[in-house]
């Protein structure tokens, strides 16, 4: 008699996967309208924003000018002489944390006239700065450009801490997996799920960094409150759009791949699943003739 063989399923097929993916991202969008909504204007602004507007001769004369204007050198002299007065104060102060003898009195004083020097010279650099910034306006190249930059470094500072932390994780788990004799296969997923949970700490907090420092950034250009909140609201959206589109194009890879492995297992699982239905209907076969024969 001939038996049905059942079919050994790990996973949904991949028009099923597909469905279920789409039905829980129309669920999330319902459930999480303000989320959604920020994601979606996010993906608009990265879009249609550009490099922002181009400065017109006039802005560009008076933002050179002003620019210009900013004496470094003197900011240079300054920090030199605050160091030196630093070192020498440091020097006469000796290793003991509360003691400070007439000597070094004198230069702790040398020092925080040094200080308040410098601190002087580059409020007043700052101030020029932030007319010449005023002068281009937020929504210009340079406003957006400076947006732009401290987002860029803050990523790429997120992407070296989930790299460097990887490191450290594939090290520590591999010496693990061999005390415990786990597999090669188990191994890899837990590093694939390490290296995912890191990648994701280290872009959410350099989103958090970029968006706790956005605002100041925002007030140095000298903008109207209503023109601050506005661009604060779409550089903030537009950080989070691209950090969720970059994770969720990640994830998908690795579910990508992930989904491919275990299909490979469910093949293999099937075809020794036929192999051994086969050598039963042979095995039968065999002792059915045996016992022909002996009759």
Known sequence: MAQNQQQIQLVPDLSTT??????????FAKKHKIITGSYLLGIVVLLMAGSGTKL??????QYNRIMSSIDLEAEYQAANSFSAANARYRNAKGWLPFSCNEECQFYKERMEVAKKNLEAIRREG???????????G?????????????????????????????????LFMGMRSMSRDESFLEYVLKVLLQ?????????????AIFVFGLWSIIQSYQADPLTAVTFF??????????VTSYLLAIYSVAAGSIYGVVKMAESSLLLDQQGGARRQ???????RTTRQHYD
């Open 195 to 207: 290296v995912l949970v890191n990648i994701s700490l280290g872009l959410i907090m350099a989103l």
């Open 281 to 287: 209907r042979v095995n039968r076969v065999d002792y």
């Open 126 to 136: 700052y101030n020029r700065m932030s007319d010449a910034k005023a002068t281009a």
């Open 56 to 61: 017109t001769f006039d802005q560009a004369q």
């Open 18 to 27: 597909g469905a279920l993916v789409v039905r829980g991202v129309k669920y």
């Open 138 to 170: 937020l929504f210009s190249e340079i406003g957006v450009g400076e947006v732009k930059d401290s987002f860029w470094d803050y990523f790429s500072s997120g992407q070296r801490f989930a790299k460097r932390q990887s490191m450290w994780d594939m």
């Open 233 to 242: 609201a779409l550089a903030a959206c537009a950080g989070f759009a691209f």
